[in-house]
């Protein structure tokens, strides 16, 4: 008597959708560092560059960081380097 | 006229009516319906497959057999078990299986066995949720995505499949659809069905589930304040105290630890009423809950008193519920501070040790600005009952004993700034408002050990922050 679909009933007051929305994007990056986050497939880092080169340019700091392979989520240690210093990030380049 | 039989192989009684079966089916239209094993009985045959228990559970068979004779589709009557009087009297037949005994008593029916009737009412469309449903996916872990929603108070949850959420709501006898009230703070209306998810995420049993809905209606009483408990910066969140029959029938525990760990009941009631705050209330810590610090007992504050000594009014019926009523009484609490009042070996002396752990609550210069809770102990009652106390004694000799003349709290006084107010410096000056000591027993033998549980500084205002008891209900 297996149900098809395993489901939870919401526990919430259904103040929100079922499928949660997006952060909001900061109004601001005056403050912020910005993590760059090379997914390690081909041509990612050229992309990472230029984008780094525009965010400088405007004095926005940037904090670069490396997957170890584009085949895999990126390792915990990688994640929690980003959340410890950075406030927004960037993900590339895929295809 | 129409019959039909509801059976299974693993019955001895349905075994012992296939005969019977077989001269029914000879003399008129009968359906058999086998619960386990279509094939049976053989002899007929087989029957017609209910292995769902479709069958069973919309004729609301309770035993096995049961024979029910059908005029134009309706039910006319029906037997359970073997007792040929009744079966000849509901088929109409004469002389059935004068081999037999002339009785027998049937077994249950697979659709009553344990969780099986909300499962076939989930099953069959019976039992409905107006919660909506959020699907799992096959590689998603259920907890975790119960975190990634902000469900929880930071411990995993049960997940709240329907299933759990139908078997949480037959402890109730309330309409899932019933308005409990309207949770802060964002004073959203809240329904039995709600509070129902809420108590299997936090891990209650379905018995619980009246305690809770106790606490939901003593913490929203507008005298309670549960919208400031929530906001306030001070460190407190509601205590529920439960009394009566209820607290030994669901295992609450009221002796060793009973402020501590170990027991489910203990730990999952009042946490089942922050989780309600969280996810239906949308009270969350960092948001509204401001909280300074915080403290521990705000993932879920809940125990028993120990009612055992008749020398020793109960809380609730000390705050006027009739004796042996099941009631819950809600309080404004912070964590728990230890008193090691060990020299103590008369009443009066007891009365001034406690009352010097007691004048710490809130700040020890402070006077009739928060309440407390003092939980004693079994060696400590011992010697109170020893002298002939009771209650209102404890109570009485707490009272003068937690009397200072303002000269010795006054602000400034002893280098520290915080204090009453300037005055007459000989008045003495109450460290509680009247009522505001809350006197419980509970705790294990062993040690000459009792506990204060400090209250919400807004407490200060006994017209707008007040201790309620409420009584449980279905």
């Known amino acids: 008597m297996r149900n098809d679909t395993y489901q939870m009933l919401d526990p919430t007051a259904e103040l929100s959708p079922v499928i949660r929305e997006r952060l909001a994007p900061p109004a601001d990056l005056s403050n912020a560092t910005v993590g760059l986050l090379c997914i390690s497939k081909e041509r990612s880092e050229e ?17 670069r960081f490396a997957k170890p392979t584009h085949t895999k989520p990126a390792p915990e240690e990688v994640v929690q380097a980003i959340v410890e210093r950075c406030d927004v990030v960037v993900e590339g380049l895929a295809d | 006229m ?40 053989e002899p007929l045959g087989g029957a017609r497959d209910d292995t769902s228990l479709e069958q069973s559970y919309h004729r609301n068979i309770e035993i096995v057999p049961t024979l029910i004779r059908l005029e134009d589709g309706k039910e006319q009557a029906r037997t359970e078990g073997w007792n040929r009087g009744e079966w000849e009297t509901v088929s109409g037949a004469a002389a059935l299986g004068p081999e037999l005994p002339a009785s ?55 997940p709240p499949t329907p299933l759990r959420v139908a078997r949480m709501l037959a402890g109730t006898g309330l309409a899932p659809d019933a308005i409990v009230g309207r949770l802060p703070p964002n004073l959203i209306e809240c ?26 209606a003593a913490a929203l009483k507008p005298e309670f304040s549960m919208h400031g408990l929530l906001a306030t910066l001070w460190f407190s969140g509601p205590v529920f105290i439960v009394n009566g029959p209820i607290a030994k029938r669901i295992g609450m525990n009221a002796e060793g630890n009973a402020l501590g760990q170990g027991n489910r009941a203990n730990s ?19 948001e509204i809950d401001r909280s300074v610090l915080g403290n521990p007992g705000k993932v879920g504050f809940c ?22 009523t099941s009631s819950v009484t809600a309080f404004h609490g912070d964590g728990v ?26 700040h020890p210069k402070l006077s009739r600005f928060s309440n407390a809770i003092l ?100």
């Open chain 1, 47 to 63: 992309f990472l560059d230029s984008v780094e080169a525009a965010l400088s340019q405007r004095g926005i700091r940037v904090a």
């Open chain 2, 2 to 41: 129409e019959l039909i039989a509801v059976v299974k192989r693993d019955c001895e009684t349905c075994g012992l009516v296939v005969p019977v079966l077989g001269t029914l089916a000879g003399q008129c239209t009968l359906t058999v319906y086998s619960q386990d094993d279509p094939t049976f009985p």
């Open chain 2, 104 to 158: 027998q008593p049937g077994c249950g029916s697979r659709s009553q066995e344990p969780g099986m009737p909300e499962r076939l009412a989930l099953r069959f469309g019976a039992r409905h949720f107006t919660s909506r449903r959020i699907d799992v996916e096959a590689l998603d872990d259920p907890i975790e995505l119960a975190y990634d929603r902000g469900w929880t108070d930071g411990l995993p949850i049960v």
């Open chain 2, 191 to 216: 329904t039995v069905e709600k509070v129902a998810i809420n108590a299997v995420m936090a891990g209650c049993r379905p018995e619980y589930l009246p305690v809770l809905l106790g606490c939901v």
């Open chain 2, 268 to 286: 999952t009631i009042g946490r089942a009423f922050q989780l309600l705050i969280r996810n239906v209330g949308g009270g969350v810590p960092g």
């Open chain 2, 303 to 324: 125990f028993a008193e120990d009612e055992r000594d008749p020398a020793w009014a109960p809380l609730n019926v000390s705050r006027g519920a009739a004796p042996g």
């Open chain 2, 337 to 362: 501070q230890a008193v090691g009042a060990q020299a103590s070996r008369h009443a009066e002396e007891l009365c001034r040790s406690l009352a010097m752990a007691l004048w710490a609550v809130g």
């Open chain 2, 375 to 474: 939980a004693i102990s079994p060696d400590h009652w011992n010697i109170f009952k020893a002298e002939g106390w009771g209650r209102t004694d404890v109570e009485d000799g707490l009272k003068h004993a937690l009397k200072r003349p303002r000269s010795e709290i006054v602000r400034g006084v002893g280098g520290v700034a915080e204090g009453v107010e300037p005055g007459d410096p000989d008045e003495l000056l109450d460290k509680f408002h009247e009522g505001g000591l809350v006197i419980v027993r509970a705790g294990g033998p062993g040690g000459l050990l009792s506990a204060v549980i400090g209250g919400w500084s807004a407490q200060r205002n006994p017209q707008q922050v007040q201790i309620v008891t409420e009584e449980i209900r279905g």
